[in-house]
């Protein structure tokens, strides 16, 4: 199946900084890529939906300002979480979407997540 | 909307079966079955899209009937392996692609 790569896979900082997580797609392009976030024994939630060269559209509740997608190119995302805070802490898990015109188009692969601790 | 899973958990033996069902409100256009085991993320099972289709996957089967906005995840002759929290994750008509999850349903396979 199509790889997804995410980095860094944990990171822990301190409250009010910044962190930013990459997602790439390793075998295809995605025009499509979205963001989910996971509390402990809990389901996946989108946060928001990340389109190459537009701005990304967000779930509602979910502040735009607070994490920035960037989707700069057809392989890379990024979601920036800033100023965290320790309720930010929690599994930031993306997705790519297969291309259309491909015969999984569709389906959506995810990363392996990146676990955030805030302190 | 977030489909609506059940059961929320259920214990088997190696060998049993058991069935996973999705409801949706809305239309669906597509449905994804996922499995997560604890602090991975979630490995794809398979993909049904509307047509009322089957499919599986090794002794793991799933079927979706778009009348009623349904899907349900078929494990036979369950494997220690299959334990995991399984997801079902919806694509509405009109979502573009966006997919809603159920809360999951936990599934432990004893020897």
């Known amino acids: 199946g199509a790889v997804v790569s995410q980095h860094p896979s944990w990171v822990i900082c301190k409250s009010g900084t910044s962190v930013k997580i990459e997602c790439r797609s390793l075998?295809?392009?995605?025009?499509?890529m979205f963001w989910y976030r996971q509390f402990p024994k809990q389901s996946l939630m989108l946060m928001a939906t990340?389109?190459?060269?537009?701005?990304?559209?967000?779930e509602q509740g979910v502040e735009k300002d607070k994490f920035l997608i960037n989707h700069a190119s057809l392989t890379l995302s990024t979601l920036t979480v800033t100023s965290a805070h320790p309720e930010d802490s929690s599994f930031y898990i993306c997705s790519a979407r297969a291309p259309s015109g491909t015969r999984r188009y569709n389906e959506q692969f995810f990363g392996p997540g990146t676990r955030l601790t805030v302190l | 909307q977030q489909p609506v899973q059940s059961p929320q958990a259920v214990i088997l033996r190696e060998g049993e079966d058991a069935v996973i069902n999705c409801s949706s409100s809305k239309a669906l256009y597509s449905v994804h079955w996922y499995r997560q085991k604890h602090g991975e993320a979630p490995v794809f099972l398979m993909i049904l899209l509307k047509g009322g289709e089957q499919k599986g996957h090794e002794k793991i089967s799933a079927s979706f009937n778009e009348k009623k906005q349904q899907s349900s995840l078929y494990l036979t002759a369950s494997q220690l392996s299959y334990s995991g929290t399984y997801f079902c994750?919806?694509?509405?008509?009109?979502?573009?692609?966006?997919?809603?999850f159920g809360a999951g349903t936990q599934v432990v396979v004893t020897p």
């Open positions: 075998d295809f392009q995605a025009t499509t």
């Open positions: 990340s389109n190459e060269g537009s701005k990304a559209t967000y």
């Open positions: 994750g919806t694509g509405a008509t009109d979502s573009w692609g966006k997919l809603q």
